[in-house]
Nanobody
Framework: VQLVESGGGSVQAGGSLRLSCAASGYTDSNYCMGWFRQAPGKQREGVAAIDKDGNTYYTDSVKGRFTVSKDNAKNTLYLQMNSLKPEDTATYYC????????????????????WGQGTWVTVSS
């Protein structure tokens, strides 16, 4: 599996961005996919995840603002980010953890797998 993110950029607080993650070589063995972020000097944080059945998972700080989705026909994962805040500023990575049974934001951030190259998101106040 190879993952390529796009859609990052700079936005003012309250604005929106949509991140995309094009997956090549994706197979049904990828039970879980999602997004994590890392800001300078901070630990990696799982943001959102979606499992093979379409169940979604979010870290508390983005619930109600971010939406993870996938288009299986296009092999593409999305992260719609609304009402962005300065604390959302980070590099966002698409991830496909090597998990065949579990999914969630912790799995996306902590379980070994395939990551994209990252896309930078800056939210100014």
């Amino acid at each position: 599996v190879q993952l390529v993110e796009s859609g990052g950029g700079s936005v003012q607080a309250g604005g929106s961005l949509r991140l995309s993650c094009a997956a090549s070589g994706y197979t049904d063995s990828n039970y879980c996919m999602g997004w994590f972020r890392q800001a300078p000097g901070k630990q990696r944080e799982g943001v959102a995840a979606i499992d093979k059945d379409g169940n979604t998972y979010y870290t508390d700080s983005v619930k109600g603002r971010f939406t993870v989705s996938k288009d299986n026909a296009k092999n593409t994962l999305y992260l719609q980010m609304n009402s962005l805040k300065p604390e959302d500023t980070a590099t966002y990575y698409c991830a496909a953890p090597f998990s065949t049974r579990y999914c969630g934001v912790t799995v996306v951030a902590a379980v070994a797998g395939v990551w994209g190259q990252g896309t930078w998101v800056t939210v100014s106040s």
